[in-house]
Nanobody, 121 residues
Framework: QVQLTESGGGSVEAGGSLRLSCAAD?????MAWFRQAPGKEREGVAA?????????YADSVKGRFTISRGNAKNTVDLLMNNLNPEEDTAMYYC????????????????WGQGTQVTVST
């Protein structure tokens, strides 16, 4: 069982930026960030193939969000720029150990507890 610990959520005004971090207590092939707004399904935001630092993104965040390896081992960061209230306000979850399609939440083995991101107008 891999433990994931997220940090960095909070409140920000529209157009602002936040950085989320996720630390795993063991190495994983892939790590990712998902988000879930009230009444909506959990959606994949970005994922990273850890050994080669190769990222993939949802269309909705391309050009605004950047996923990268953190400075510490087995960590992944998500830099979120130009945040907007309607699209980006959600609980953000870190995921690890991909077993299929990265956008499918059921294909990830481990999950963090989530960190709230609220974007105000």
């Amino acid at each position: 069982q891999v433990q994931l610990t997220e940090s960095g959520g909070g409140s920000v005004e529209a157009g602002g930026s936040l950085r989320l971090s996720c630390a795993a207590d063991d190495s994983n092939n892939w790590m990712a960030w998902f988000r879930q707004a009230p009444g909506k399904e959990r959606e994949g935001v970005a994922a990273l193939f850890m050994s080669r630092a190769r990222p993939v993104y949802a269309d909705s965040v391309k050009g605004r969000f950047t996923i990268s390896r953190g400075n510490a081992k087995n960590t992944v960061d998500l830099l979120m720029n130009n945040l907007n209230p309607e699209e980006d306000t959600a609980m953000y979850y870190c995921a690890a150990a991909l077993r299929g399609t990265w956008t499918n939440a059921d294909h990830w083995s481990y999950w963090g507890q989530g960190t709230q991101v609220t974007v105000s107008t």
